[in-house]
């Protein structure tokens, strides 16, 4: 017998939430060209995730679809982001986890693009730092780990899974590509994803006032 879905109000809220997220990080210019994904943890067995090859700024309820944990659509009329396993194996890791961003900002794809080859961005010395979920000083090192572009969603998610048996984790970059970011609910998610995208900058520009 399959899972009892989520009452309506919930996922409308889940979506709602979405909605006004995206369109917050569109006017941003971090979701160019109907890129990124973004979804909520409805209830232990669901999750609300937006539609593949939407335009996140103009997002509507109907944008905003309901998958099971393993990724599969519950409507079978719409199509989920092909990233969507991305989403459910984070999901899977932290049971706490209530929603996950993915952006494409120029600062996400420069950075990573940057520090491919190394295999991670150290952040250290921030005050931003504390901007993490569990952080309590700027003293501190946090390596953000960057993988490989693949269009081989199996094959990335193998990469990413040793990555999250760590705790303290909230988020990974893709080489070229862009940031994956997560929290315990959808503010924290903004929050983590918002210090990530500040700390990317000051990198940049260090980057090159060094040169």
Not at 65 to 79: S, T, V, W
Not at 122 to 127: D, V
Request: glycine share 6%.
């Amino acid at each position: 017998m399959s899972k009892l879905l989520p009452e309506t109000q919930l996922i409308h809220d889940a979506a709602q939430s979405l909605i006004e997220t995206c369109a917050e990080l569109a006017q941003r210019g971090w979701t160019p060209a109907t890129s990124s994904n973004f979804s909520v943890r409805v209830d232990d067995n669901h999750i609300a995730i937006t539609v593949s090859g939407k335009d996140k700024g103009r997002l509507t309820q109907n944008d905003i679809m309901l998958i099971d944990r393993q990724g599969k659509a519950i409507n079978p009329e719409q199509r989920p982001s092909a990233e969507t396993l991305l989403h459910t194996q984070i999901y899977d890791r932290y049971a706490e986890i209530r929603c996950v961003l993915h952006t494409h900002s120029m600062n996400q794809t420069l950075t990573s693009l940057l520090h491919e080859a190394q295999g991670c961005v150290s952040l250290k010395g921030y005050e931003l730092l504390k901007a993490f979920s569990g952080n309590h000083t700027h003293a501190l090192q946090i390596d953000v780990p960057v993988f490989p572009n693949s269009q081989d969603m199996n094959e990335l998610s193998m990469q990413v899974a040793p990555l999250l048996k760590d705790q303290g984790i909230w988020g990974y970059l893709i080489a070229g590509h862009g940031l994956y970011a997560w929290g315990k609910d959808i503010f924290e998610a903004r929050r983590h994803l918002e210090a990530f995208e500040f700390l990317f900058e000051c990198e940049l520009r260090l980057r090159s006032l060094r040169a």
